[in-house]
């Protein structure tokens, strides 16, 4: 299996743009998870999916930020606009039912200039 | 805001030596997870502790699990270089069996 798969790996905009970050889960597993790390903060849960329905977006910052999962194999995280404190990398990882231990992505590193 | 606090932050060993760092969580916990992650790469799962567990193994790792003191260690035998990551417990909540709470991670260095 090729893992979580992320896309871009970077990306650079300026401030006021959109910008989609892109992923697609590991076959079979049902959970979707996007993160965010920054030196400040650590590594955040922004959103989780279940069965491509949202179950927890209590960690999406504001309403700058936007999440779906269409369906089981493709997932987007979308900020607009966005601002320079947006800069950091975002992960998304999945999981099977067991929730036992989380697959991450590589990531991708977002600066907002 | 984070549940896991790692000690030390910044750890810079010999090769053939062992790592060891520790985790303290606030709340009651369902598991505790130990988490690797090198420079620029994703986090890679290394081993789940759940809370009627005091210690387990993989490899050359081996994890601790103190529930009264809300604590955890994470041993690394016989260090390699490949083993320079950062390394990050999350602790899972009774009440949300989904969500991992990191710490902030120990940056370990192991020197050739």
């Known amino acids: 299996d090729a893992g979580v798969i992320q896309s871009p790996r970077h990306e650079v905009t300026e401030m006021g743009q959109e910008v989609t970050l892109r992923c697609k889960p590991i076959?079979?597993?049902?959970?979707l998870f996007w993160y965010r790390q920054t030196m400040m903060r650590g590594l955040e849960l922004l959103i989780y999916f279940n069965n491509n329905v949202p179950i927890d977006d209590s960690g999406m910052p504001e309403d700058r930020f936007s999440a779906k999962m269409p369906n089981a194999s493709f997932s987007t995280l979308k900020i607009q606009p966005s601002e320079p404190r947006d800069s950091a990398v975002y992960f998304c990882a999945s999981s099977s039912w067991d929730f036992y231990e989380q697959y991450f992505g590589p990531g991708t590193r977002l600066t907002v200039t | 805001s984070q549940q896991g606090e790692e000690d030390p932050q910044a750890l810079s060993i010999q090769e053939g030596e062992n790592a060891t760092m520790n985790c303290s969580y606030k709340?009651?916990?369902?598991?505790l997870q130990w988490y690797r992650q090198n420079s620029g790469r994703g986090l890679v799962h290394l081993i789940l502790?759940?809370?009627?567990?005091r210690e387990k193994h993989s490899g050359r790792l081996r994890v601790t699990l103190d529930t009264s003191k809300k604590s955890s260690s994470l041993l690394i035998t016989a260090s390699r270089a490949a083993d320079t990551a950062s390394y990050f417990c999350?602790?899972?909540?009774?009440?949300?069996?989904?969500?991992?709470?990191f710490g902030a991670g120990t940056t370990v260095t192991v020197r050739a």
């Open positions: 709340t009651s916990i369902n598991n």
């Open positions: 502790i759940r809370s009627n567990e």
């Open positions: 999350a602790t899972v909540q009774p009440s949300n069996d989904y969500k991992l709470s």
């Open positions: 076959s079979g597993h049902n959970s």
